[in-house]
């Protein structure tokens, strides 16, 4: 059974539609600027936003979301304007997208609906398209009353496949029940088999790229690892984690992992289904989080990325923020704010290669703090390390003595151990003193530079 049998999203396909979302009572934006994320993910999920429209309100009605003089006013535009489709800007129940849909005449797409649909059009792996269509299911089944009733006022509407009736809505629930366990199944399946891959891993620092949508992972990614990674202005371009070894300043190789974009309300849902591929991607040593640091909303996208990362239990995760397109920023004294929210954040454009020096100090410095320095001694016999050890850990020095290699090293503990197990040995106090000192004369062409930190 395909997904396209029992679900089917809406999608775009150039239809007009107008957006319309609740404001906090006083809030000075015009309605475009407050659904602006709308605007682009309407665009991403192919409709033509011909119109915005905001009601100032603490909190949704329950039964029709905006008030009802509203929802008239709504009803008029969409008249007016002969739009195909109303888009909400926040996720309705089944039973306000119902009223909304008897008064204007059209079919109302929530948010949920519209990420779906973009995560829908998106996915690649054949993981990613399981995860999406386990979190469409789940979208979909207290749903299926609405989309009959739609069916039987407008024949080969939208929704659900099939005749018609009550007991269709049961055959429906019951197909849906049964690919929702077969889906879950396969996705237990391939996660299993990821975690064997990833417990296989080469011990190696690792650095996973998180943030908010379209703050520019994927393209530093690009620039860091030439990934060929797709980069574009469209929202969730990314849904599959990707790891690409990335070869720092000074030659040590650490792993960089680019993950799916986070955002304002994610369907729950959806960050259900992708729980396992995020964690999966947060079992990393550092954290590079990032955002649009020329985006008016960039404070608060950092804030909900923290709460998505609190939710993945990756809140505490040791971080480096990085605030992009500075090609974008007029006056640098306009990330004063982001700054004080986050003092050690280093800002970048992926774009023109600013900041990047700053970036690569930043990531030494912060492995540097968090890895152990020891000094050991290869003994001739284990040379066959030399080359993994060059790239896997920082080398600070090296220097040559009849017994073997004496190397200042900082290393993961995992890395260290398996030297260890492979005959080095932690160098004694009388041999270290072998070693000369930094600058001393005489080190001459004995002592390499290493890694550096
Ligand atoms: N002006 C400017 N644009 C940038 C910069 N870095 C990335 N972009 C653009 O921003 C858009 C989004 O970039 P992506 O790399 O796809 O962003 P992402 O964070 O991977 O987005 P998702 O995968 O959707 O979460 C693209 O059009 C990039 O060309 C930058 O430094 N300056
Ligand atoms: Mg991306």
């Given at each position: 059974?395909?997904?396209e049998?029992?679900v089917?999203?809406?999608?775009?396909?150039?239809?007009?539609?107008?957006l319309?979302?609740?404001?906090p009572?006083?809030?000075?934006?015009?309605?475009?600027?407050?659904?602006n994320?709308?605007?682009?993910?309407?665009?991403?999920?192919?409709?033509?936003?011909?119109?915005?429209m905001?009601?100032?309100?603490?909190?949704?009605?329950?039964?029709?979301?905006?008030?009802?003089?509203?929802l008239?006013?709504?009803?008029?535009?969409?008249?007016?304007?002969?739009?195909?489709?109303?888009?909400?800007?926040?996720?309705?129940?089944?039973?306000?997208?119902?009223h909304?849909?008897?008064?204007?005449k059209?079919?109302?797409?929530d948010?949920?609906?519209?990420?779906?649909?973009?995560?829908?059009?998106?996915?690649?792996s054949?993981?990613?398209?399981l995860?999406?269509?386990?979190?469409?299911?789940?979208?979909?089944?207290p749903?299926?009353?609405?989309?009959?009733?739609?069916?039987?006022r407008?024949?080969?509407?939208?929704?659900?496949?099939?005749?018609?009736?009550?007991?269709?809505?049961?055959?429906?629930?019951?197909?849906?029940?049964?690919?929702?366990?077969?889906?879950?199944?396969?996705?237990?399946?391939?996660?299993?088999?990821k975690?064997?891959?990833?417990?296989?891993?080469?011990?190696?620092?690792?650095?996973?790229?998180v943030?908010?949508?379209?703050?520019?992972?994927?393209?530093?990614?690009?620039?860091?690892?030439?990934?060929?990674?797709?980069?574009?202005?469209?929202?969730?371009?990314?849904?599959?984690?990707?790891?690409?070894?990335?070869?720092l300043?000074?030659?040590?190789?650490?792993?960089?992992?680019?993950?799916?974009?986070?955002?304002?309300?994610?369907?729950?849902?959806?960050?259900?289904?992708?729980?396992?591929?995020?964690?999966?991607?947060?079992?990393?040593?550092?954290?590079l989080?990032?955002?649009?640091?020329?985006?008016?909303?960039a404070?608060?996208?950092?804030?909900?990325?923290?709460?998505?990362?609190?939710?993945?239990?990756?809140g505490?995760?040791?971080?480096?923020?990085?605030?992009?397109?500075?090609?974008?920023?007029?006056?640098?004294?306009?990330?004063?704010?982001?700054?004080?929210?986050?003092?050690?954040?280093v800002?970048?454009?992926?774009?023109?290669?600013?900041?990047?020096?700053?970036?690569?100090?930043?990531?030494?410095?912060?492995?540097?703090?968090?890895?152990?320095?020891?000094?050991?001694?290869?003994?001739?016999?284990?040379?066959?390390?030399?080359?993994?050890?060059?790239?896997?850990?920082?080398v600070?020095?090296?220097?040559?003595?009849e017994?073997?290699?004496?190397?200042?090293?900082?290393?993961?503990?995992?890395?260290?151990?398996?030297?260890?197990?492979?005959?080095?040995?932690?160098?004694?106090?009388?041999?270290?003193?072998?070693?000369?000192?930094?600058?001393?004369?005489?080190?001459?062409?004995?002592?390499?530079?290493?890694g550096?930190a």
């Amino acid at each position: 059974m395909k997904n396209e049998n029992i679900v089917n999203t809406r999608s775009g396909h150039g239809t007009e539609a107008i957006l319309f979302g609740l404001v906090p009572m006083g809030d000075p934006r015009t309605a475009a600027e407050a659904l602006n994320e709308l605007q682009l993910l309407a665009e991403t999920a192919d409709f033509v936003p011909a119109g915005c429209m905001v009601q100032h309100r603490r909190h949704a009605d329950p039964h029709t979301y905006l008030g009802s003089g509203k929802l008239d006013e709504l009803a008029e535009v969409v008249r007016l304007a002969h739009s195909g489709a109303v888009i909400c800007d926040d996720s309705l129940t089944p039973n306000q997208a119902k009223h909304i849909e008897a008064a204007i005449k059209v079919p109302c797409i929530d948010r949920s609906e519209l990420i779906l649909q973009i995560f829908g059009m998106h996915a690649r792996s054949p993981q990613a398209k399981l995860q999406v269509e386990l979190a469409a299911l789940q979208y979909e089944m207290p749903r299926l009353r609405r989309r009959w009733t739609h069916l039987e006022r407008q024949r080969g509407g939208i929704g659900v496949r099939g005749g018609a009736g009550e007991k269709q809505i049961d055959v429906d629930r019951n197909l849906i029940r049964t690919r929702i366990s077969s889906v879950s199944r396969e996705i237990k399946r391939i996660e299993q088999h990821k975690e064997r891959e990833v417990a296989g891993r080469p011990d190696m620092f690792t650095i996973a790229l998180v943030g908010y949508t379209n703050a520019g992972k994927s393209s530093l990614m690009n620039r860091l690892t030439e990934a060929g990674v797709l980069a574009e202005n469209k929202l969730f371009s990314t849904l599959d984690t990707r790891t690409r070894p990335w070869r720092l300043p000074g030659g040590r190789t650490v792993l960089l992992t680019d993950t799916v974009g986070f955002l304002r309300k994610l369907p729950h849902q959806l960050v259900a289904s992708f729980h396992a591929t995020l964690q999966e991607a947060l079992h990393a040593d550092l954290l590079l989080v990032m955002v649009d640091g020329s985006s008016p909303e960039a404070a608060e996208q950092l804030h909900t990325v923290d709460e998505v990362l609190d939710s993945l239990d990756a809140g505490d995760l040791p971080r480096v923020t990085v605030l992009n397109k500075l090609d974008q920023v007029r006056d640098s004294s306009d990330l004063a704010p982001l700054w004080q929210i986050e003092p050690g954040a280093v800002a970048i454009s992926v774009l023109r290669g600013d900041g990047m020096d700053d970036l690569h100090a930043a990531i030494q410095q912060h492995i540097a703090a968090v890895e152990n320095r020891v000094e050991i001694l290869l003994p001739h016999t284990s040379r066959y390390l030399l080359g993994e050890i060059r790239a896997k850990a920082s080398v600070l020095s090296e220097f040559y003595t009849e017994e073997g290699c004496l190397m200042e090293l900082q290393a993961s503990p995992a890395l260290l151990g398996r030297l260890l197990a492979e005959g080095a040995r932690v160098a004694a106090a009388d041999e270290r003193a072998k070693a000369p000192a930094p600058n001393e004369p005489g080190t001459g062409d004995d002592r390499q530079p290493g890694g550096g930190a």
